[in-house]
């Protein structure tokens, strides 16, 4: 857990399922690899939203990991939003520690969380993410799948604020059951 710097405000929920989850991303082997299918997700998630940075993001007890990645060079070892992401021998790690960002929010909530300028909401301008990487916007839905296990999150981010709206809100929730509904029939032996 992580408190702003006066020790009152929570940061980072606390997320009592966390063991379990792991248990199913291994059980469906997501979690600790890049995926291209993934990757071709965030990539289409980019596209649709206009945003510069998309995830597919699994969360484990202590860390988030980026299965899917896309960055606006298209590369993922750019000097941008990466450079909170560990370089280890030329290869940008995908995983983040599970106190940065707002996906850990958005699993432990269930829920989709808009913030079209973080600065506005004292509970989330305090993250580190704000200050390290510069984000400024965030738009995520969680992956509920049909154990009704949230295994992590889909995610845009943006170093502007941007004006995600009720259509941002309606076009992640909408991406989120689409990756969801992938990620069962690879379960079920289909693509």
Known sequence: MTYDPTG???LTPI???APAR???????GFGDRPDPAFDEFAHHLAKVTGAPYSMVNFIDENRQFFAGLHTPTGDHDNNDLMAAVTAVGGEVSR???RDHGYCPHVVVRRKALVLEDVCDYPRFAGNPVVDEIGIRSYLGAPLIDRTGMALGTICVVDTEPRPWGRAGLETIKSLAAELIE???RREDGGI
């Open 8 to 10: 009152h405000l929570l």
């Open 22 to 28: 792991v248990k199913r991303l291994r059980q469906l």
């Open 15 to 17: 997320d009592r399922e």
């Open 182 to 184: 992938q990620i069962h």
């Open 95 to 97: 995983f983040m520690d």
